[in-house]
């Protein structure tokens, strides 16, 4: 038993080594070129434009929730007027980033892990790598910058949705108008909120793709092996957006952001 476990734990190290390795290559072909820039608005058309129907109805439903919520609950005590500064904080510091990130892990993150692994068991990176082709520079780079690139604008998109569908609330079963929850949204709003609410989506944005693209690439197995490396993906970058999050949320907290 204890040399079972020991055997686990020394796997375990094996994993996080050739991960943060895969990172270190990465970054390696990041301060040079080439950079492929057709094949980077390509996948930020995929990425990004594609995934944008679902960003809206998650922000929209989300904000439209929280103003429900938050609304009603303070009409007890009659701070109602303060709902439209509520859900705006809370969706740019937290929500939004969050949960869009997660529907960018699962939709995203997943296709891309598909995609390469797919290519990986049918053994088209090794053509790659025989025809002088580096995938990490053509499959992995561009994929992650297009990820750091959109991620951010999809969440700013969910944001403001996000506060739209608060507005409904507010103006259709709250009693407020469109002028007064829009002055009291923009007045809740700092800039350290602001900082922190486009901060996170870029280090989600990274480690998703990140995290897509080494799976990806080291799946095995065939098509068994590219459906687990699928929920790897999305098991481990949920797992690390919650944990980023915290991390990123006590640094800002602690430099006064």
């Known amino acids: ?61 989300t904000g439209f929730v929280l103003a429900f919520q938050t ?38 993150g997943a296709g891309i892990t ?40 999809l969440v700013v998109i969910g944001d403001l949705v996000g506060i739209a569908g608060g507005m409904l609330v507010g103006v259709m079963n709250l009693g407020l108008t469109v002028n007064f929850y829009r002055s009291s949204v923009v007045n809740a709003l700092v800039f350290n909120d602001l900082f922190s609410g486009l901060v996170k989506p870029v280090v989600f944005g990274f480690m998703i793709a990140m995290v897509a693209c080494y799976y990806g690439l080291t799946t095995s197995g065939g098509t068994k092996g590219v459906g687990e490396a699928v929920t790897r993906t999305v098991v481990v970058s949920s797992v690390l957006i919650f944990l980023l999050d915290a991390v990123i949320t006590k640094l800002l907290f602690l430099i006064g952001m």
Do not use: C, N
């Not at 020991?6 to 895969?22: D, K, L, T």
């Not at 859900?87 to 937290?94: K, N």
């Not at 053509?127 to 580096?134: E, F, I, V």
């Open 1 to 61: 038993m204890t040399q079972q476990l020991r055997h686990h734990i020394a796997g375990g190290f094996r994993q996080v080594y050739r991960f943060f390795a895969f990172h270190w290559e990465i970054l390696r072909r990041a301060v040079r070129p080439p950079y492929y820039g057709a094949t980077v608005w390509e996948q930020m058309d995929r990425i990004g434009v594609d995934s944008l129907s679902i960003v809206v109805l998650v922000g929209f439903f």
């Open 71 to 108: 609304g009603y609950a303070m009409m007890r005590f009659g701070a109602k007027i303060y709902v439209g500064g509520i859900v705006a904080v809370s969706l740019v510091r937290e929500l939004g980033p969050v949960l869009i990130a997660m529907v960018f892990a699962g939709r995203v």
């Open 114 to 153: 598909a995609e390469l692994g797919a290519m990986q068991v049918s053994e088209q990176i090794d053509a790659m790598r025989a025809l002088a082709t580096d995938p990490l520079r053509k499959l992995v780079l561009t994929r992650v910058i297009a990820s750091v690139a959109m991620l951010p604008v």
